[in-house]
Nanobody, 124 residues
Framework: QVQLVESGGGLVQPGGSLRLSCAASGSIFSINAMGWYRQAPGKQRELVAVIISGGSTNYADSVKGRFTISRDNAKNTIYLQMNSLKPEDTAVYYC??????????????????WGQGTQVTVSS
C-alpha cells in the first residue's frame, strides 16, 4: 500500500508565496516520477510540474519562472515552491507518484497514486 500526504495549501494574496509538500509512504521499491497537477473549477486537470528519478524537471508554460519543483529522495517527498502567485493559480493541487512496489517472490507492480488534493486560493 502507498499513501501520499499533502500539506501547505491555503489562502494567499496575489504576489504572495506558498510551498506545498507531498510525502509518499508505504511499501515502495522505487519511485520513477512524482509531480503536481491542478484543477480549477470548470477546467480539466493539468500538469503543473514533474520531476523524474534522474532529476530532470518539466513545467507548464503558465508557471515557468514562478514555480519550482524539488525532491528529497531520503524522505520520498517532493515540494512545490510557488512564488508571485496570481488569481489564475487558484485550484485544487494534487500530488501524483509513479511507484514500483514489491509483491514478493521477486515480482513487482508499477502503479500511479494520487493524493487527496489541497486547495490553493489566491485572492485579495
Amino acid at each position: 500500500q502507498v499513501q501520499l500526504v499533502e500539506s501547505g495549501g491555503g489562502l494567499v494574496q496575489p504576489g504572495g508565496s506558498l510551498r506545498l509538500s507531498c510525502a509518499a509512504s508505504g511499501s515502495i521499491f522505487s519511485i520513477n516520477a512524482m509531480g503536481w497537477y491542478r484543477q480549477a473549477p470548470g477546467k480539466q486537470r493539468e500538469l503543473v510540474a514533474v520531476i523524474i528519478s534522474g532529476g530532470s524537471t518539466n513545467y507548464a508554460d503558465s508557471v515557468k519562472g514562478r514555480f519550482t519543483i524539488s525532491r528529497d529522495n531520503a524522505k520520498n517527498t517532493i515540494y512545490l515552491q510557488m512564488n508571485s502567485l496570481k488569481p489564475e493559480d487558484t485550484a485544487v493541487y494534487y500530488c501524483n507518484a509513479d511507484v514500483t512496489r514489491p509483491l514478493g517472490m521477486g515480482a513487482m507492480s508499477r502503479s500511479d497514486y494520487w493524493g487527496q488534493g489541497t486547495q490553493v486560493t489566491v485572492s485579495s
